[in-house]
């Protein structure tokens, strides 16, 4: 999927590279489309121990918050068609626990901070913000090519700064 890309997954070729008959995928899939839901599922977890990892420093929760957003920036510049797959309406019919489990971290993160606006705004705020900077460095977007961990930092602080509580 990495390199061809979630719409490039046919499950006779993924049988063939597994070294497993052609009806194998079968037995543990109804189709390519659960197969794909298990796939988003594992993406999830994934990306919620990147994040729990990330948000375990000792800094204030502001850092913390940053930290994590720039890991979720990495994991998706790392894994692009999987990023692209976990946030398909069509992939999310099978996906259990992992998706929620892996906003909770960014909320707890969020709830940590002093904020100048009720909590379920900050979440939604700080999700749109560090996905959709991620969706345009995924998209190789020409201002954010490049991106390096300072400089994705910066710009989501300057963006973050405005639903934190000001000194």
Known sequence: MEEHGVENVVLT????????????????????????????????????????????????????????????????????????LMFNTESHAGVGEEGPAALGVLVSLVQACDLSVP???????????????????VGAMSSFRGATDQSIRTDMAALLDGVLAKD
Request: net charge positive.
């Open 13 to 84: 070729r993924l049988a063939q590279t597994c070294g497993v008959s052609v009806a194998a995928p079968y037995r543990h899939f109804a189709s390519k489309e659960a197969l794909l839901s298990e796939v988003a599922t594992g993406g999830f977890a994934e990306l919620g121990a990147v994040l729990t990892h990330a948000s375990r420093g000792q800094g204030a929760p502001r850092d913390r918050l940053l930290d994590a957003g720039v890991a979720y920036v990495r994991f998706a510049m790392a894994h692009p068609h999987l990023f692209r």
């Open 119 to 137: 909590v379920p705004v900050a979440v939604r705020a700080s999700w749109a913000q560090v996905h959709g900077y991620a969706s345009l460095c």
